[in-house]
């Protein structure tokens, strides 16, 4: 807390008070009073540092041999790399396992954007040397801050070095230390990352998560992901479409476009985000969805009228997720925003009225340095005004390296006193409650809940509806009726017959899976073969030679 003593007491003399007693009369009763000789305290030993385990070097790495452990932090770009990690992983021929203790080496992918996320990455590297395990980092913090002390010696992929992953991981499992962190580049350009047709390991097998482009155009004071992802590049609007059909024709039913801003999207390549969006609805099959990523207001406000039409297309989720970040024009222009709050107004009046019960997701940031009482007044009356059905409340904190983190600082206890009372008012109202028991819905199911008690899914306006779990509902587009709401979600029941229901996904799909896949292409079923085929001819020769240097005596 960034409070002086001087805040607190005015001065030392004012703890003493007149009626106090004087030193002599503390002590006069005191003179018959001896000395005692204290016993020497056994001092308690401080715990020792739990011994890290010696990890196994590797003079060759033979495939389906080690087992990797994948971790990922973050945004949808962060769980998108991870996917395409894992496929890269997986095509080589390693088994990837959810089990950290029994793998070989941790792939750790960080996020950047808080305190907590890079401390709790800090804390899984630390586990994993205890547990001897070898380390690959990947992500944001590394590529923003390589030389800090705890990524000290350990291999490194950076964020347009994931489709080189297998090589970083090859080479750790024998001792070494591998830092991939350039900028791609083709014909001395750079581009937004790796090939997009890469082979993945689908965190979920129904969903693909595309990247459209890599970094941002904006210059906010409090970010720190701009150091790791840099200016914006996009892939061309070709790549996209031709992903999404690759994806469609393996089973997957829904795609996320997804980048650090979807809205900036083409402005390098002479193209926009509706051009794009427009080539992509032309690829959805019927009953799957597409859902758009995140996009900042000023690069938004000039494609409304487009937006509005997609939005209201009936294979596009009606849901739009644009950071506000506060409710007052001095903290944004102290955040570098590049837009006023009557800009974000006019934004979601105009959505909420061309596209009729669209979901509408921001951010806000409390405790932001600079923020007065009225400065959080003003984004309580913003929140009170919209009541964001979707609305992530983060805490400030001072990213090392950003303009921001050298602003004064908001006193600690106000920023979670801040915290608490606009968490109190997004749980004051209940977004569902506008829909009546019985009314009718559309739903994509795509996911299992945490619980394991209730299927997922998700209305034309991304809003969730749990259902009973039964058997083969995964993948489908169903009716069903509401029976009763929470404040995040609502309860529903099928009202279909199972042979009415549109099957959105393709059994048995290559190219799909989770963590646990081995292989993810027939590319990849093929190289592993012609591996195995490889070693199994070089074992052999070696043996056959060995024992005619033994018949020979040489």
Known sequence: MDISCQDIVGDIEDLISFDDPTPNERYLNKKDVTVRAKRAKVRASRPKEVPCVEKPLLDSVIPETQQIYMKTWGCAHNTSDTEYMAGQLAQYGYNLTNDKSSADLWVLN????????????????????????HVVVAGCVPQA???????????VVGVQQIDRVAEVVEETLKGHSVRLLQAKK?????????????????????????????????????????????????????????????????????????SE?????????????????????????????????????PYILEHL????????????????????QSGSDTILGDM?????????????????????????????????????????????????????????????????????????????????????????????????????????QTVLVTEISHDRKH?????????????????????KQVKVEITGCTKFSMFGKVIQDEREWVNCSKPNVVGTGNIDSKLVTDSGESKYRSMVAYLFISCSLAIVCKYIFMFFDF
């Open 261 to 297: 801003d979807t809205g900036t999207y083409g402005r390098d390549i002479g193209s926009s985000l509706p051009e794009l969006l427009w080539k992509l609805v032309d690829e959805i099959p019927e009953g799957c969805m597409m859902r758009l990523g995140m996009t900042n207001p």
């Open 110 to 133: 960080s996020c950047t954007v808080k305190n907590p996320s890079e401390d709790t990455f800090r804390n899984e590297i630390e586990a994993a040397h205890q547990a001897g395990k």
């Open 186 to 258: 083709v014909d001395g350009r750079k581009v937004a990352g790796p090939k997009l047709a890469l082979p993945k390991v689908r965190k979920n097998p129904l969903i693909e998560v595309i990247p459209i482009n890599s970094g941002c155009l904006n210059a906010c004071t409090y970010c720190k992901t701009k150091f790791a992802r840099a200016d914006l590049v996009s892939y061309p609007v070709e790549e996209i479409v031709d992903r999404a059909r690759q994806v469609f024709q393996e089973g997957v039913c829904e795609i996320w476009l997804t």
């Open 455 to 475: 299927y997922v899914g998700h209305n034309k306006f991304y809003e969730q509806i749990l259902l009973p779990m039964h058997n083969n509902l995964l993948g």
């Open 305 to 324: 009228d487009e937006m509005a039409k997609v939005l209201s297309h009936p294979r596009v989720y009606s849901f739009l997720h644009i950071p506000v």
């Open 336 to 440: 570098k925003r590049e837009y006023c709050v009557k800009d974000f107004e006019r934004m979601v009046d105009f959505l909420r009225a061309q596209v009729p019960g669209i979901t509408i997701a921001t951010d806000i940031i409390c405790g932001f340095p600079g923020e007065t009482e009225a400065d959080f007044e003003d984004t309580l009356a913003l929140c009170r005004k919209y009541q964001f059905p979707s609305l992530f409340i983060n805490q400030f904190f001072p990213r090392p390296g950003t303009p921001a983190a050298k602003m004064t600082k908001v006193p600690a206890n106000e920023v979670k006193t801040r915290t608490k009372r606009l968490t109190d008012l997004f749980h004051s109202y209940e977004p569902y409650k506008k829909y009546e028991l019985g009314a009718k």
């Open 145 to 155: 801050a390589p030389r800090s002390d705890y990524l000290k010696g350990l291999s």
